[in-house]
């Protein structure tokens, strides 16, 4: 069985568009899952390297109330609003030194 060059490109081009039309499906489901009212939900994983600390700060700051989060089917989610309220709430600017002239 001989297929011609046109014949093959064309229908390349016909499976690599369906590919990216499932692509872009997948992701839209995905951005879907991961949300609560709309809002984009974080796991464990994503916050620890967002915020590039251990998982035992991170159940600290679960534990004092410092962070919000939700429990879904047993595992714990973290609204993004609620990440950045927490870095603007923990950031601290650097401190300058006064000058012996002041």
């Known amino acids: 069985m001989n297929i011609d060059r046109m014949e093959f490109l064309a229908w390349m081009e016909r499976l690599i568009g369906r590919l990216d039309m499932l692509?872009?499906?997948i992701d839209e489901l995905?951005?879907?899952r991961n949300s609560l009212d709309g809002e984009e939900l974080l796991d464990n994983q994503d916050l620890l390297q967002m915020l590039?600390?251990?998982n035992r700060?991170?159940?600290r700051y679960?534990?004092?109330g410092k962070l919000p989060y939700y429990t879904i089917s047993g595992k714990l989610y973290y609204k993004l609003s609620d990440v950045h309220q927490f870095i603007r709430e923990s950031f601290n600017p650097p401190i300058t030194k006064l000058n012996a002239n002041e």
Do not use: C, M, P, T
């Open 23 to 25: 692509g872009d499906n």
């Open 30 to 32: 995905q951005k879907k």
């Open 52 to 54: 590039k600390i251990s």
């Open 57 to 59: 700060s991170l159940q």
């Open 62 to 64: 679960r534990s004092i």
